[in-house]
């Protein structure tokens, strides 16, 4: 969703804010702006189209003159995508410029209070009340008048602001909206995330809720939200720009589908001491986790189908309830939470709206939260008792592939981890599901290896409008994923069912030439699915089945078969998504979809 972008420093701030709004475009965006400063004042630039234009229109930033400025990419809430809705806002006399991410929930109040007050609005945002606002207290002092400003606002907000008055200085502020600060010895950045400015520097300062900071070309200094000035630790970012570029593939998500392994291979092996899983980084140990009688699992989208999966596999390994729940509905249902319950929250963003109001409901319940988190010093990762990183490095396309599968990775080394803790599972066996986690990013390149059959199989379907992915147990949790992303990139319409479900009403939907894949790597239940296969062929439609190596079975039944390579039962979902991975990428590419930035989606949902 909106990303925000802000330079001070001695060399031009135009091209480094429009590259910086480049590497946010895949955050998803509508319009967006410039608004570079200097002893003349502003020079703002919109768009409503992509940020190539606005390089154009301002030849890639060289008619704008200054050494300080914001950017913003807009994703429209309050208000259609439009030149006057598009940021960088300003009061009446321009002396102050603004770009937001967030909602002003107060806004029609405060609106109604400004322009009683004699002022004129130009947009139909939230944001615009920010200007004025600035204006109105605004005596000589800059800082001030931020201070008192943010004062007023109720809501989620990152803010970087500029005033016509004091050229050589930057200030931004959040509060539940992320903001990152870059400095170097002779610049100072912001942005809502570290790829807009790892370019730059790597040295990154995580702003926490109501914090200020004021920033000039070789100084900055954090306020809290008492207006105290204090120290926040500088973090070194771990990966480089080539980490958030396309490295050779036409498309983000291939290169990141490819990732996988190394991924999961980081993600896991940091965590593994001889034998055995040690979190450093957690304070949870056996004893807080004795004190739990259940867990809840809460997260969106995909983070929620990784959710699925944890759940299957730590109700097995350690044979205590545990509820996988959609964290839109978990924050409003009133949930059974307290002191006795672990809540798991997962979200590779760290950011989601929703996710992040659940974690904080949990909280409110006196739950223990654990987050498995992919950004480093995101909102979620921040306010959970304990956070477990995915290592997957950036995620730059909109559909989700290594953040899903590192979390599925981190959800069985957690459950791992526990089972041994609480000694719900033989030592012996924990013993062999490690040794045989180590393996999947070997057998993840196998797949790989087979993308070109995959891509054939893409080619016969490109003209089905719509199918099914059928499973049971753990097969059924990856049918949702399968589903999931061919749906979001490639617009063709699915469902993921789980097989025995099938008959007690959808079925109806099967017909001569209904294309249902059916998942049948969980082998415990495979003839289970063998008679759902023959249930549905009986009624004409096209079975093709993914399984694990040697499944004869299943490969008589069906009209075609793609096979992964064998593990252990409750490792196959790592194995299995890729294929379907892979297939959702060249059905979407058949159609001409756009892969990574597929319509109405936006990387990091940060409003609910
Ligand atoms: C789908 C996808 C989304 C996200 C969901 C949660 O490919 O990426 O469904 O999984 O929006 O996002 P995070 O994990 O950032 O909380």
């Not at 990013?441 to 070109?452: F, G, H, N, T, V």
């Not at 719509?466 to 490639?490: H, P, T």
């Not at 415990?524 to 009624?539: F, Q």
């Not at 991975?581 to 597929?598: E, M, S, T």
Request: charged fraction near 25%; charge should be negative; aromatic fraction near 8%.
């Amino acid at each position: 969703m909106c990303g925000i972008v802000g330079f001070v420093g001695k060399k031009p701030a135009a091209g480094l804010l429009l590259d910086g709004l480049e590497k946010l475009e895949y955050r998803g965006y509508d319009s967006a702006g410039i608004c570079v400063g200097s002893n003349n004042g502003f020079q703002i630039e919109k768009t409503t189209e992509r940020i190539q234009t606005l390089k154009n229109s301002t030849h890639n930033g060289e008619y704008l003159v200054g050494s300080v400025g914001i950017g913003h990419t807009r994703w429209a809430t309050h208000g259609a995508p439009s030149y006057y809705n598009a940021h960088p806002h300003t009061d009446m006399d321009g002396r102050f410029a603004v770009v937001h991410n967030g909602i002003i929930e107060n806004y029609l109040s405060l609106a109604k209070e400004l322009k009683r007050e004699g002022v004129t609005f130009v947009s139909e945002t939230d944001t615009e009340v920010i200007p004025h606002l600035l204006a109105k207290y605004y005596h000589g002092d800059f800082l001030e008048a931020v201070q008192k400003t943010v004062a007023r606002l109720e809501g989620s907000y990152a803010l970087a602001i500029l005033c016509r008055d004091d050229p050589d200085t930057l200030i931004a502020t959040r509060r539940f909206s992320p903001l990152i600060l870059g400095v170097s010895s002779d610049a100072n950045y912001i942005a809502s995330d570290v790829t807009a400015l790892v370019n730059h520097t790597k040295d990154v300062l995580y702003m926490e809720d109501g914090d200020i900071a004021v920033m000039t070309a070789d100084s900055h200094t954090v306020y809290d939200k008492l207006g105290q000035p204090v120290e926040r630790p500088i973090s070194r970012v771990t990966w480089d720009i080539a980490a958030a570029e396309k490295g050779g593939y036409d498309h983000f998500m291939m290169k990141e589908i490819n990732e996988q392994p190394k991924a999961i291979e980081q993600t896991i092996e940091c965590r593994i001491k001889e034998r055995h899983v040690e979190f450093d980084e957690i304070a949870l140990d056996r004893k807080k986790l004795e004190q739990f009688n259940k867990i809840q699992i809460v997260a969106c989208g995909s983070a929620y189908h990784a959710g699925v999966v944890g759940k299957y596999v730590i109700e097995e390994l350690l044979r205590i309830p545990v509820e996988a729940d959609i964290a839109s509905e978990y924050r409003y249902r009133d949930p059974l939470a307290d002191e006795h319950t672990l809540v798991i929250i997962i979200s590779q963003s760290g950011e989601t709206a929703d996710t992040l109001a659940a974690l904080q409901e949990a909280k409110r319940k006196g739950a223990y939260t654990l987050s498995i988190v992919n950004v480093v010093g995101s909102s979620i990762a921040k306010a959970s008792d304990d956070v477990l990183y995915t290592w997957a490095g950036p995620e730059i396309a909109v559909a989700t592939t290594k953040g899903y599968s590192t979390q599925i990775a981190l959800l069985y080394l957690f459950a791992i981890w526990a089972a041994r803790q609480l000694g719900t599972a033989d030592r012996h066996e924990l013993h062999q599901l490690l040794a045989e986690l180590r393996t999947i990013p070997e057998k993840i390149d196998r797949i790989l290896d087979q993308a070109d059959t995959l891509k054939e199989m893409a080619k016969r379907l490109t003209r089905t409008d719509s199918l099914f992915f059928i499973g049971r147990n753990l097969d059924y949790a990856v049918a949702m994923e399968a589903s999931l992303k061919l749906k979001e990139i490639s617009y063709i319409h699915s469902e993921a069912y789980a097989a025995g479900e099938l008959k007690h009403g959808t079925i109806s939907l099967i017909e001569k030439g209904r294309v249902v894949f059916a998942l049948s790597g969980y082998e415990k239940l495979a003839d289970k699915l063998l008679s759902n296969i023959k249930e549905v062929k009986s009624r004409g439609a096209t079975v093709i089945t993914v399984t694990q190596e040697g499944n004869m079975l299943a490969a008589k039944e069906s009209d075609d078969i793609f096979y992964i390579p064998r593990t252990h039962s409750l490792f196959v979902p790592l194995l299995e998504v890729i294929p379907f991975q892979i297939y959702a990428y060249y059905v979407a590419l058949f159609n001409g979809c756009d892969i990574d930035k597929p319509r109405n989606l936006a990387k990091s949902v940060t409003v609910e």
